[in-house]
């Protein structure tokens, strides 16, 4: 499919990690899926001069070292290194912007996407020399990546700065995660089949759990991640928009307005989390040395550029509730963490019991059937029901087997796209469901800001958990006290 608008892409810190390792991987496989037009360019700029030297060639070295280069085709890189250039300048600078503008966008008819990979603490010098230079217009959209603040308050402030050049619509705020196949699968299974929608409520759900669990700790990013930790890093953005996606209601459209509508009144309904019901409802954690992968591997506090001291959490564990008529009585256990045990994300829906066990005496408990939405490493969708075990056994055993779909043995002759594919391919078209709304991000963060402030005043300080573990035992009995278990 091949997107028609002319589109030229001003990466800004376009040397930078997050460029070589998503950025141009995802706008190549793009090329290579004939989804850029013939002329669309590629312009990078950042301050460093000696990246302008060799550009294209070091793009393609690091496309290989970051994806392996299986997907390399000599035609299409051709192709698309012949879309790159990068050239030497400060962004922040109205004088070189103008320079860049005479000599590279001298057609206002051409739409335009700028995408900040920058700190965000240079947004607003930024977009102040893009409106200056006379880069800002009607087709022209802006991409900024998280962290989108530390807190509603300085939300604002940078949302300001933005709004003060930009109209609502011409704002994508990206969240990867919202680009994964089976995130957008979820509202294909849930509006698109009759199966799940009447089940989908407290009259037939016990629980949920979101997990986004990682191996690596925070090395070579201890500074940056010491400033955000677990809570703002992840539960703020990724968490928040997953939970919005399970309980949101039907939208009246697939239009972007319709899906930010509805996943503004869940985030509306989250039952504030203060005081008292902070220390109740959730943990802190911060790992400890331990085994990682085979591999001994330092604490948090050990890590290179490390602080010995530090109060910043890598793990959180939360119980939400949503006050509404679908979920009230609903827990939402929401769970991330650096240093743990296995990488994976997903969502588990645990369905209630059956409420006459005709099958007394086989069924154990626990056997409810739960639905599995895996988001990494590998994408798909599990059901989890009670079978038969084949046999002449008088008493009928039971046992758990999974109805199994994976994207990958399902569509063997498609390759599942990454995330940065199908988010620059939305921007391109101007489709903004897959972002976030400036009062979406402003909601979650309000929500964010209550926990803490109740970790502050309660002076609740990280719990520690050996590295390669599940997390702190006290995430166990977050859990537990409410008769329940995570899912490992």
């Known amino acids: 499919m091949e997107v028609r608008m002319i589109c030229d892409i001003l990466i800004i810190g376009g040397d930078g990690d997050l460029a070589f390792r998503k950025l141009y991987p995802a706008l190549y496989h793009l090329d290579l899926d004939q989804c850029l037009p013939p002329c669309q360019r590629v312009i990078s700029v950042s301050r460093n001069v000696a990246s302008a030297e060799g550009f294209a060639e070091k ?42 503008r005479s000599k590279v966008f001298t057609d206002p008819d051409r739409d335009l996407i700028v995408y900040l990979a920058t700190p965000p603490a240079i947004f607003a010098p930024i977009c102040q020399s893009l409106w200056a230079v006379g880069l800002v217009r009607d087709n022209m959209r802006i991409v900024i990546e998280k962290p989108l603040g530390k807190d509603r308050e300085t939300f604002l402030q940078i949302n300001t700065s933005l709004a003060a050049h930009f109209k609502e619509e011409q704002i994508y705020r990206i969240d990867h995660y919202l680009g994964k196949e089976t995130v957008q699968n979820l509202l294909a299974m849930r509006f698109a089949n009759a199966l799940f929608e009447p089940l989908w409520n407290g009259n037939y759900i016990d629980h949920v759990q979101i997990t986004a669990a990682e191996t690596v700790g925070a090395e070579g990013r201890w500074q940056f991640y010491d400033e955000a930790g ?44 203060t005081g008292r019901a902070v220390q109740e409802h959730t943990v802190r954690g911060q790992y400890v040395a331990g085994t990682s992968g085979g591999q001994s591997v330092p604490g948090y506090t050990q890590e290179e550029g490390a602080r010995a001291v530090s109060t910043t959490e890598t793990f959180v564990a939360i119980k939400a509730e949503i006050k509404n008529w679908r979920w009230a009585g609903v827990p939402f256990y929401l769970r991330t ?102 009062d979406q991000v402003e909601a979650a963060w309000q929500w964010i800001d209550g926990i803490s402030a109740g970790w502050h005043t309660g002076k609740q300080r990280p719990v520690p958990y050996v590295a390669g573990s599940w997390g702190p035992s006290e995430s166990i009995a977050l859990i537990a006290r409410d008769g329940r278990s995570w899912q490992e």
């Open 230 to 273: 677990a809570l703002r890093d992840m539960v703020q953005n990724h968490l928040l928009q997953l939970l919005c996606l399970v309980a949101m209601e039907p939208p009246a459209s697939l239009e972007p307005h319709a899906v930010h509508d509805e996943k503004l009144k869940v985030l509306r309904c989250l039952a504030p989390l």
């Open 337 to 438: 963490g650096k240093r743990m045990q296995k990488r994976f994300s997903e969502i588990v829906v645990q369905f209630n019991e059956v409420p006459h066990a005709l099958f007394s005496e086989q069924m154990r408990s626990g056997t409810a059937n739960r639905l599995v939405i895996r988001l990494q490493p590998e994408e798909g969708i599990r059901l989890h029901l009670l079978n038969k075990v084949p046999g002449l056994d008088d008493a009928m055993p039971l046992e758990m087997v999974s109805l199994n779909l994976s994207l990958s043995d399902v569509f063997t002759q498609r390759r599942v796209p990454d995330a940065y594919e199908r988010l620059l391919l939305d921007v391109m078209r101007g489709n903004s469901t897959l972002f976030m709304r400036a």
């Open 59 to 100: 793009v393609r070295n690091k496309f290989i070292k970051y994806t392996g280069g299986a997907t390399l085709d000599e035609k299409v890189w051709s192709r698309f290194a012949a879309r790159l250039q990068h050239v030497a300048l400060n962004a922040t600078s109205e004088a070189e912007l103008a320079l860049l």
